[in-house]
């Protein structure tokens, strides 16, 4: 088709203002940038720094705001969840956005949503809740009465690192369907939580009827003036930035001018690939051409043979569009539909399928895209527009075989516009089935996606026609015509399949070095796609009756399912307080989280939400990008030319001294002198007066490098050049191992590893620095360690502690990692600050964090153990190497932890540990919650199951066998007491049925040939104090005002785990007044010098006990007024105490004690000043074909004393065992041979999501218990639960071992953690893994190693 062009509006020429709504604000900006993102605006613009910045690339939800607009055609207004972060502000004209702040604030009135939350006890550190909450509102607005599927859709673009998910569920589940009945405010589930605990009669962690009610019609109206001016959506757009231009053109003539005009001119409409090429490759794009209001991109209508989608419709508009014909056409009309519908399930999150358009994937081309392999298979049409001399020229393209040219390359020319797409109706004897495989089942990209479309000869399994494509196996969506032709005309039945593998496996190759890694589970995938697919269709056939049922064996039905997320069910047991204790006494109850509601609101303040100072600079980092080198020179010049930048700072601006820094060995420099030890470590920093101008100028600083040798990366590449950090190894000895050897009835060798471990906190490290005085600083800073900032940054700029203050208000999650990593930034950041006496500031970007900043240890494990023919462990010789990375940081610590641990719960009285800290060329890696622990006992429970398998026993048996016992010593000669694993134990047995499940889990495995089910059982014992003996000791103040009023400062960071909730109940109790008197404003090494890092988990322990003796203080000095006036109120006393000249401000100090390991100046020295235990069983179920899993239920059973706070402590367990699942099962690092961090961000490392959680969730805390050892009989719980992620693994070992043992093939066999889907498919060897041959190791540099 063709029109006269001499008609086209010519786009504006004049510059448009920006019109916009922020919380029923208008904002109008006449010179909007069209490379500024909306958070950008919200956070820099408009100071709402409620919306926080987690990734920058749409993968962690912390940027959720709702957009509304007006759909005109309806005349209705729909809202919207959408990244913020990923959203240019230039998109948002006509638009209303609303933030946290606009629903609901502490000062005025929580929104239900808020609220929720924050009683259900979802937030800790509170950095994702501002997203959370806003996605949930976002549902609640155009959903009043949403279904637990629909929270489960609304939540898969949302990341929350700490509590484990449960509890937001549990809250946001009261605005269910599932939830509601027809009894309104009476419904007996508004009573009572409805669930175990409430029929127990126990305690309740939160009172759901205390919840302000939901009326959906008090919600705020939609501006009327962007109702009722449909201008807005009806006028020609241009915003003029300084490096680029925004379109947007309202018809289809004028958008294919810009386009004719413009040819690389970047058509944006989700933004969601060109958003990320901005950020992170740093693409400029001049020319932006928005085309969301032309009516061809989105028109969506049925026409005879198909549906037509205009390519800006987005993904979600899809989606419900074709629910709504599915339900109404015959069911063989829609087979391409629900195709469709179920791979778009499974495409990234809500809040990018909102926005993302079907146009942008066909159009970006990616290898991986979910939408092409099946709109390929499909040959689906593309309408393509473009102007040719003035006219309309409209051409029809086919996705099918020759669409794709090259890596994101397709047919459609620059100059040309995808209009619409196609989705064909199928026909009677046309089947479509597609599945994806990625690392995490939710919000992921695809590792390899398959799509099938077969016609069979009308009524029969007679392949008349078959088109496949296949994702994740090329550098382009890819289809296979030569196994197609061997398909026509034969019988889609075993024989064919077994053709067609061999021939898939032949033409979709895949060279061992090819980009991805993961060479032959790639390949193995396809095969083993197809099969399902062959499953599936075959079911298809048999429902039609064209094939008998018994064609598929009823044992490989359930190899065609995908999993799907269960509905959870959870259940807390806590024991409540006695009944004397006083009801404003608040220790033992669920207090909720003391800053919840303001996380809840977004008005908590992080470290970048500070205000800006008026000549505040920014900082940016230049990284090595080279492994091992000799650095032959840096070039700042290019840099320091750009308008804006101030200064470069590197080694050259401080003494060799100063630069010398490190957490306990100065063996870091703040910024690289003569060489490089990694990528990603800091050699200089860009001082300038933006973000964007620091980080531009930053890559124009040149850096020339003489590469050395060796790059060493990986632990086997260590211990092959020997290289580890000096005086190791280093040896635990205890009994007679040779001996014991001898005498033992078997003696057997074998060795694991396990990956390291991303911290991914959900605030990546921040630090602003004032200079104060001419000679003071003062650093706002997200540590977990003030002092050693303090004191580092003291050392750096040569002054003395007492001029440098460090204060951290709040983390957005630490887990260690900012325990001694925060320096790499601090110190560059307080430098620039203090010689430019000018405020500095920087908060790292996430690939930025995840580069530099280092991650868990990985350890492997080689050991030999030796026991008797019944299973009792006698003798063990192991040898632990930790992967360090290029500096000591806190490796020897974490290797001594993870060598006392090694041994778990089993006693084992002949024992020779040795322990080697390898130096590699990777960052420095560090603390992360456990602390070696959990690598340690990974090797216990390995050996334990060896022994088990070995003697031919149950490991229950052995467990039970071995078990330490009251009175017992552990190998480096600690005393137990009162040790409790086997009550824990036991209850865990009953709470979980175990033997129950084990039972069911036999017969399912007997049932079913390609999914597998598994149980683990894993106890854990934890030693609760700092391996350095000086950091078991804390500090505190307290202030009490005239009014009253408490201020409370402690030595304790609050990262989320509730420490200050704990501290302010404590006093509470101590100082027998309301926990509302009292408040903790920050961590300041101003107010309580000498802190230790929060960390180890002794937080509560320590801070507590100071806590106690600054109230014990204050007590004695009060006693004489209470007791002179026993009826006085607090306030009355204080008032009293006040003009009687009585210090009303003491401080609190305590020290640990006996522990240390030197029994001859302390003869009750010990290690650890006691051990939290628990018990965790977890029943898997896998997907042998994929390496999918879906973890079917988890029970716990933790031992922690008397609990300080329920609430809290069942949060820190949920949360410690889903990064502990996250660790042994879900998130892989990933490396270049040459030390370069490939999985930089939330795209490509994954943690576990919302829908990763255990379909059943049940957590006891063991009662009875008080610990002698801590503040108020508590027992410290942030690392030990993490552990007991590792029950996940353990059952998917063994259910891999049930597929392995049906093929008659060894239960021994390698697993490393983490249990991949890549590592579990592999491991499950069948007929469709044989075809794949394996190239020999050594003969290839492959894509990464596992370091
Ligand atoms: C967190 C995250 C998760 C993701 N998950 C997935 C996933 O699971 N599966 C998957 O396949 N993809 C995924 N993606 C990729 C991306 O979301 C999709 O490719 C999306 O469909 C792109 O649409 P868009 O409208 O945002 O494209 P944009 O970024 O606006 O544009 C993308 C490209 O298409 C071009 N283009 C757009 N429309 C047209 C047109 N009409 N004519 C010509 N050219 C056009 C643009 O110029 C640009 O080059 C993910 C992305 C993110 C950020
Ligand atoms: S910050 Fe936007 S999704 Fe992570
Ligand atoms: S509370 Fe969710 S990330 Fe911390």
Redesign the pocket.
């Known amino acids: 088709m063709t029109t006269n062009g001499n008609s086209f509006i010519v786009p504006v020429e004049k510059e448009s203002p920006l019109i916009f709504f922020v919380n029923g604000k208008k904002v109008i900006d006449p010179t909007p940038d069209p490379e500024c993102t909306l958070l950008t605006y919200l956070r820099e613009k408009l100071r709402l720094c409620g919306t926080k910045l987690g990734c920058g690339?749409?993968?962690c939800g912390a940027c959720t705001v709702m957009l509304s607009r007006v759909d005109r055609a309806t005349n209705s207004v729909k809202h919207l969840a959408v990244n913020a972060c990923?959203m240019p502000v230039c998109a948002m004209h006509g638009c209303a956005v609303t933030t946290i702040e606009g629903i609901g604030s502490t000062r005025t009135r929580l929104h239900p949503v808020q609220e929720r939350l924050a009683k259900a006890h979802g937030s800790q550190c509170g950095f994702c809740t501002p997203g959370i909450v806003m996605s949930m509102y976002a549902l609640l607005r155009s959903m009043p009465l949403p279904s637990m599927k629909d929270l489960e859709v609304a939540f898969q673009?949302n990341l929350c690192r700490c509590t484990g998910y449960r509890p937001i569920l549990e809250g946001y589940k009261t605005f269910t369907k599932e939830f509601s009945c027809g009894m309104g405010e009476k419904c007996c589930k508004l009573q009572s939580n409805g669930n175990d605990v409430e029929k127990n009669g126990d305690d309740k962690l939160f009172e759901r009827s205390a919840f302000l009610p939901f009326d959906p019609s008090q919600e705020p109206i939609f501006p009327p003036e962007l109702h009722l001016n449909s201008q807005f959506d009806a006028e020609n757009l241009l915003f003029k930035g300084p490096r680029s231009t925004w379109y947007r053109p309202v018809e289809l003539s004028d958008l294919l001018k810009l386009k004719s005009e413009n040819p690389h001119g970047?058509?944006?409409?989700?933004?969601?690939?060109?958003?990320?090429e901005m950020k992170f490759k740093q693409f400029l794009y001049t020319v932006h051409i928005n085309?969301i209001k032309v009516p061809e991109?989105n028109e969506m209508q049925e026409l005879e043979d198909s549906i037509l989608f205009g390519?800006?419709v987005t993904?979600m508009d899809i989606e419900e569009y074709l629910r709504e014909r599915i339900a109404k056409l015959p069911e063989h009309e829609t087979r391409f539909f629900r195709c469709a519908v179920k791979m778009l399930h499974?495409?990234?999150?809500k809040q990018?399928r909102n926005?993302?358009?079907?146009?942008?994937?066909i159009?970006?081309g990616?290898p991986?895209?979910?939408?092409?392999p099946i709109l390929t298979a499909a040959c689906a049409k593309l309408k393509v527009c473009s102007l040719v001399e003035g006219r309309i020229e409209t051409r029809e393209v086919c996705m099918g075989p020759g669409f794709f040219t090259g890596y994101r390359k397709n047919t459609?020319q620059p100059h040309?516009?995808?209009?619409a797409i196609h989705f064909p109706k199928s026909k009677k004897d046309q089947h479509f089935v597609a599945f994806k495989q990625a690392r995490r089942r939710d919000?992921?990209?695809?590792i390899v996606n398959a799509a099938v479309n077969v016609t069979f000869e009308s009524n029969t399994n007679i392949v008349r026609q078959i088109y496949m494509a296949f994702g994740g196996m090329a550098p382009t969506t890819v289809m296979v015509p030569k196994t197609s032709q061997i398909m026509a005309k034969q019988k889609w039945n075993r024989v064919l399949v077994e053709r067609v593998s061999e021939s898939l496996c032949a033409e979709l190759p895949l060279a061992p070095t090819a980009p991805g890694g993961m060479i032959a589970y790639r390949r193995s995938l396809v095969v083993s796609l197809f099969f399902k697919a062959y499953l599936a269709i075959s079911q298809e056939l048999v429902k039609s009756n064209v094939i008998e049922e018994d064609a598929i064996p009823e044992r490989e039905q359930s190899g065609a399912a995908i999993f799907h997320t269960p509905i959870l069910k959870s259940a807390q047991l806590f024991e409540r307080v006695c009944v004397e204790q006083s009801t404003c006494d608040p220790i033992g109850r669920p207090k909720v989280h003391a800053s919840a509601f303001k996380q809840a609101t977004g008005e908590a303040i992080y470290c970048d939400d500070i205000p800006r100072h008026e000549n505040e600079l920014y900082l940016a980092l230049v990284l090595s990008t080279k492994a091992h080198a000799k650095i032959v020179s840096v070039d700042e010049s290019d840099a320091l030319k750009q308008a804006g930048v101030h200064a470069f700072f590197s080694s050259k601006d401080i003494t060799e001294y100063e630069n010398k820094v490190g957490s306990v060995f100065h063996d870091e420099e703040v910024f690289a002198s003569e060489r490089v030890y990694c990528q990603g470590q800091v050699i200089g920093a860009i001082v300038a007066d933006s973000q964007v101008l620091a980080q531009r100028a930053a890559r124009l600083v040149h850096i020339k490098y003489e590469e050395l040798t060796p790059v060493i990366i990986t632990i086997e590449q260590a211990i092959k050049h020997k290289s580890y950090f000096p005086n190791y190894p280093q040896y635990i000895v205890q009994g007679d191992v040779a001996t014991a050897f001898e005498e033992a009835d078997h003696v057997y060798e074998n060795s694991c590893r396990m990956g390291g471990q991303e911290h991914f906190y959900l605030e990546t490290n921040a630090c602003v620095a004032t200079p104060r005085d001419s000679d003071e600083i003062e650093l706002f800073c997200s540590t977990q360690n003030p002092t050693e900032v303090q004191k580092l940054v003291a050392h750096v700029l040569s002054v003395p502690c007492h001029r440098v203050v460090c204060r951290s208000k709040r983390l957005g999650g630490g887990f260690g990692g900012k325990e001694s990593r925060s320096i790499i930034l601090a110190l560059p950041v307080a430098l620039a600050s203090y010689r430019l006496r000018r405020p500095v500031r920087c908060m790292l970007d996430r690939d930025e964090d995840m580069m530099t900043t280092g991650t868990r240890h990985p350890f492997l494990f080689k050991y030999k153990v030796g026991f008797t023919k019944e299973g009792l462990i006698t003798a063990c010789d192991i040898e632990c190497y930790n992967n360090a990375g290029c500096s000591m940081d806190l490796s020897f610590s974490v290797l001594d932890r993870a060598m006392n641990h090694f041994e778990n719960c089993y006693r084992i009285p002949n024992v020779k540990v040795a322990g080697w800290v390898c130096r590699t060329n990777l960052p420095s890696n560090t603390a992360f919650r456990g602390f070696g622990g959990p690598q340690g006992m990974f090797a216990a429970e390995h050996i334990v199951r060896d022994v088990a398998r070995i003697v031919g026993k149950d490991y229950l048996d052995i467990m039970q066998m071995n078990f330490y016992k009251t009175g017992d010593y552990t190998h480096y000669n600690q005393k137990l007491e009162n040790f409790p694993i086997e009550k824990c134990f036991t209850d865990c047995l009953n709470q979980s049925e175990f033997h129950k499940k084990r039972l069911a889990i036999e017969e399912f495995n007997k049932k079913n040939r390609w999914r597998k089910r598994g149980i683990a059982l894993v106890p854990t014992k934890y030693g609760i104090a700092f391996g350095a003996m000086h950091l078991n000791q804390a500090g505190a103040l307290i202030n009490i005002y005239g009014d009253g009023s408490v201020l409370l400062s402690h030595g304790g960071v609050e990262i989320g785990q509730g420490l200050h909730t704990k501290m302010i109940q404590c006093c509470a109790r101590a100082l027998g007044i309301p926990t509302e008197l009292i408040h903790i404003a920050e961590t300041a090494t101003d107010k309580v010098p000498n802190t230790s890092p929060t960390a180890a988990s002794v937080g509560s322990d320590i801070n507590g006990m100071a806590v106690l003796d600054a109230c014990e203080k204050l007590n004695q000095r009060l006693k004489p007024i209470r007791e002179a006036n026993p009826k006085a109120t607090w306030q009355e006393c204080i008032s009293k105490a006040y003009f009687d000249r009585i210090s009303l401000s003491a401080s609190g100090f305590y020290k640990m004690p006996d522990v240390g390991d030197d029994p001859k100046t302390n003869p009750n020295a010990r290690t650890y000043n006691y051990f939290t235990n628990g018990v965790g069983v977890s029943v898997v179920e896998i997907d042998c074909l994929t390496g999918d899993h879906q973890v079917l239920s988890t029970d716990i059973v933790m031992d922690i004393g008397s609990s300080l706070n329920p609430a809290i402590d069942i949060g820190q367990i949920e949360g410690a065992f889903m990064q502990g699942y996250g660790l042994f099962v879900l998130e892989e690092l990933i490396y270049s041979p040459q030390g370069a961090l490939y999985s930089r961000g939330?795209?490509m490392y994954k943690l576990p999501g919302f829908a990763d959680i255990p379909g059943e969730f049940n957590v006891s805390l063991l009662t009875g218990a008080p610990n002698p050892r801590a503040v108020y009989s508590s027992k410290a719980v942030g690392e030990p639960p993490l552990f007991i992620g590792s029950t996940v693994f353990f059952a998917i070992k063994q259910a891999i071992a049930a597929a392995r043992a049906e093929r008659g093939l060894s239960i021994t066999f390698e697993l490393d953690a983490p249990a991949t889907a890549a590592r579990i498919r592999m491991a499950c060897q069948d007929e469709f893994t044989d075809l794949i041959e394996q190239p020999s190791p050594g003969t290839y540099t492959p894509w990464n190693v596992v370091p």
């Open positions: 690339e749409g993968g990923l673009g970047k058509i944006i409409v989700g933004n969601t690939e060109v958003g990320v085309p991109l390519s800006a993904l499974y495409f990234a999150g990018i926005v993302a358009s079907l146009g942008g994937n159009m970006t990616s991986i895209s979910d939408m092409n459609i040309e516009v995808l209009v919000d992921d990209i695809a939330p795209g």
